[in-house]
């Protein structure tokens, strides 16, 4: 087995990864730092975006607009066009 590292990004406390099987992107979050990450399985197109508080966990909306965010205190959404946290 060969491990590769495809993207190279520094975290805090990386972790959480989610794929997503139908745009074909993972997604990882940053516990202590408040961000979440998407990536193209190549690692040539990152993306990246901060919630105002800790970050537990998250799940991929069904359209794919966004995500369900758990933060420090309760759950919120997170909109990927605008960046927006509701």
Known sequence: MKIEVVVDVK???GEGPLWDVEQER????DSFDGRVFRATADGRE?????VPMK?????????GSGAVV????????????SGDVT
């Open 46 to 50: 990152i993306r990246s975006w901060d």
């Open 26 to 29: 993972l997604y990882w979050i």
């Open 55 to 63: 970050i537990g966990s998250m799940a991929l909306r069904k359209d």
């Open 70 to 81: 758990s933060l420090q205190r309760g759950f919120h959404l997170l909109d990927f066009a």
């Open 11 to 13: 975290t805090t406390l």
